[in-house]
């Protein structure tokens, strides 16, 4: 079986970009942008230890989820790593939702089809093989032999992973919606670190990383350290962008949160550091270790004005209640 009606919405954040095509299939056709703020994914940044470039997609899926509830729509997860016990039966588990997804007539969301190493989607089932939407072919599916996936060469940073469309509504309530987005970048920002440590989010990973890239005289993590700072920033600029896109159509709609305008402004600011530091340091980063001071700078501006876009979008959230 092969759906022929979906495509991968093209995004940097590939896990916005597979949501935002199987919504579209299910006819809740949302703006890339409009997305990325609503739920909640134009305002994150959570690091690893060494700045990996799978550190974006290290997220707590009980955060994620109720925000993209708040769309009218229910999803279930099921996913393991290579090293989790019980892993044989998970993946076995993973691999029958995502048939009968596709049975039902709705495409999957998988981790590392092909070995993309990102999000994408599955939309046709033949055998022993899937079809697969990926971020290097977002509407001409691919055929994947399922024994291979997910890549045994992958095992430190994989998983089995399938997100499933359970249930949708007609419609949903945008405001709620997006107060409570914003809700989410405030405590985002300000979340503590992950108990043993390992992630860092919002503000200490902005901090960590500028730290990181600062102490000129300690080499970097890993034989290609530039991969991973260069992938992080470009996920993050892409990330800000969109903030800044879906603060400016907020601050239009709700005029009573005037504080929403000065958001607005600051993650532009975000955004243009951003851009200078990939700029700097484009993908896969090869010219890092000589500008790393000058990309510290950079996520140093980001950071003064994106604290400055939250303290403005904690003044609006009291406008709004």
């Not at 919504?23 to 942008?33: Q, V």
């Not at 890549?151 to 998983?159: V, Y």
């Not at 901090?207 to 600062?214: D, E, I, K, M, P």
């Not at 709700?254 to 600011?269: H, I, S, T």
């Amino acid at each position: 079986m092969l759906l022929t009606d979906v495509a991968l919405m093209e995004h940097r954040i590939t896990l916005v970009g597979a949501l935002g095509g199987l919504l579209a299939h299910a006819g809740r056709r949302l703006e890339p942008w409009y997305l990325a703020g609503v739920t909640g994914h134009a305002f994150r940044l959570t690091l690893d230890l060494v700045i990996s470039p799978s550190a974006p997609h290290e997220l707590n899926f009980h955060e994620v989820f109720p925000l993209w509830e708040r769309l009218g729509v229910w999803f279930k997860r099921v996913a393991a790593r290579p090293r989790d016990p019980g892993y044989a039966d998970v993946r076995a588990e993973v691999i029958e939702r995502v048939v009968q997804a596709v049975q039902r007539g709705r495409p999957a969301i998988v981790y590392d089809l092909l070995g993309c190493e990102e999000y994408g989607l599955v939309v046709g089932v033949e055998g022993d093989r899937w079809a697969c939407l990926t971020p290097g072919a977002p509407t001409e599916p691919q055929w994947m032999e399922v024994a291979s996936w997910p890549p045994a060469d992958h095992a430190a940073f994989t998983r089995a992973e399938v997100i499933a469309l359970l249930d949708l509504t007609p419609d949903f309530d945008r405001r709620a919606a997006e107060v409570a987005s914003l809700r989410f970048a405030v405590d985002h920002f300000w979340a503590p670190a992950s108990r043993d440590m390992w992630l860092q989010h919002g503000r200490q990973a902005y901090q960590f990383w500028r730290t990181t890239l600062a102490a000129t005289g300690m080499p970097l993590h890993g034989p290609e350290p530039g991969r991973g700072h260069s992938y992080n920033l470009a996920v993050l600029h892409a990330a800000r962008s969109d903030a800044a896109a879906y603060l400016a159509d907020l601050a239009g709609r709700y005029p009573e949160a005037d504080a929403l305008q000065r958001a607005v402004g600051a993650y532009r600011r975000v955004a243009d550091a951003l851009a200078e530091a990939s700029a700097l340091a484009p993908y896969p980063g090869a010219p890092l270790a000589e500008r790393r001071a000058e990309v510290a700078a950079c996520l140093d501006r980001a950071l003064a004005a994106e604290t400055e876009g939250i303290e403005a979008i904690e003044r609006a959230l009291r406008a709004l209640r």
